[in-house]
């Protein structure tokens, strides 16, 4: 493995939540949980388009605020919420926290107005080129070196929301902000020196005050759709906590027992899936410029994905 690749790759996963380096190859235990990781995440969409008709922000909300329980339970059952008290002391490591929990934030909020919005291909089209923008990332902030494989990923994803940015007459700015909101999220993140079940209860008890704030007044000003709307939003609302919670734990659980090149392919299910669920189940057109974009964009990911492969061997 080159040693220019390391910092970069590192990003791709979180470390093990108990501080052990990861197995240097690939169990079926860690393929089956990050696999269940990358489909419920690829299926997302088909559950939050059940709530397109509440407000995004309150949905936002609920998802910070109905993950905490089950994050902090999660922590006292692996016997591991020791960790998370001694972070909360530490000022430095609130503010890092707190740096990470605005940028997840930002991107869950695009993410919502993009499936409410009947948007899910720029969805799609932004975690598609997430993968190139880390690469790029790592170079500009990082100093990495690029090789020539990932510089023709970097050229043709770009040509690629040039081509989109020409027909509409205005940048992909949904799929252009989950791409960066995510990136910075993940660059972020490795200064977290803390396990990744840790860090996420961290972020979102911090953003709990602002989502309990904001459904109190959304409950004075009386829009509040939680408990007003019927028992079957009531337990969709709740179900944002379980939906965000269990596939973020399932792929850290799993990433620390793959490889990261494994890892590094594997994250092309969730955005396929979202693809396919916005083409063939919400009817949204796939044409015009999307036509050549969609498959430069793919043709960047075999380029990242080859050289992902020759680092490995």
């Given at each position: ?6 910092p970069?790759?590192a ?17 079926l ?5 990050a696999l ?12 939050l388009?059940?709530l397109?008709?509440?407000d995004v ?8 605020l ?6 902090l339970a999660v922590?006292?059952a692996t ?12 000022i430095r490591?609130?503010g890092?926290?707190a ?17 409410a ?11 598609y080129i997430?993968p190139?923008?880390?690469v790029?990332l790592?170079?500009?902030v ?8 990932q510089?023709?990923a ?17 940048l ?12 910075f999220?993940a ?8 396990g ?6 961290l ?5 709990s005050p602002?989502a309990l ?5 959304l ?13 079957r ?18 792929y850290?659980?799993?990433?620390k ?5 494994t ?14 669920i916005?083409?063939f ?12 974009a969609?498959?430069m ?6 380029l ?10």
């Open positions: 493995m080159r040693a220019t690749q390391a970069l790759k990003s791709l996963r979180p470390e093990p939540a108990d501080g052990s380096r990861a197995l240097d190859g690939d169990s235990a860690g393929f089956l949980l269940s990781a990358y489909l419920l995440w690829g299926a997302l969409p088909l559950y388009r059940l397109d008709h509440v922000a309150e949905v936002l909300a609920h998802r910070v109905w993950s905490v329980p089950l994050a922590l006292w016997g591991r919420l020791r960790s998370l008290g001694r972070a909360m002391r530490d490591m609130l890092m926290a740096l990470t929990a605005a940028l997840v934030s930002c991107n869950w909020g695009v993410y919502l107005y993009a499936i919005s009947e948007q899910a291909m720029s969805a799609a089209l932004g975690y997430n190139i923008f880390s790029l790592a170079a500009l990082l100093r990495e070196k690029l090789s020539r494989l510089w023709a970097v050229a043709l994803a770009a040509l690629a929301v040039v081509i989109l940015t020409v027909e509409a007459g205005r992909p700015v949904l799929s252009l902000a989950l791409t960066v909101s995510w990136g999220y660059l972020a993140k490795r200064a977290l020196p803390i990744p079940n840790q860090s996420f209860a972020e979102v008890m911090l953003l602002f704030g904001y459904l109190a007044w409950a004075g000003q009386g829009t509040l759709a939680f408990g007003t709307t019927g028992g939003d009531m337990a969709l609302l709740i179900g944002c906590g379980v939906v965000t919670a269990v596939p973020l734990m399932l850290a659980n799993g990433a027992r793959l490889r990261l090149t890892i590094g392919l594997m994250q092309y299910i969730a955005p396929t899936c979202i693809f396919l916005a083409v189940l919400f009817g949204e057109p796939f044409e015009g410029a999307k036509l050549w969609f498959p964009i793919w043709g960047a990911l075999v990242y994905s080859a050289d992902l492969w020759a680092s490995r061997r």
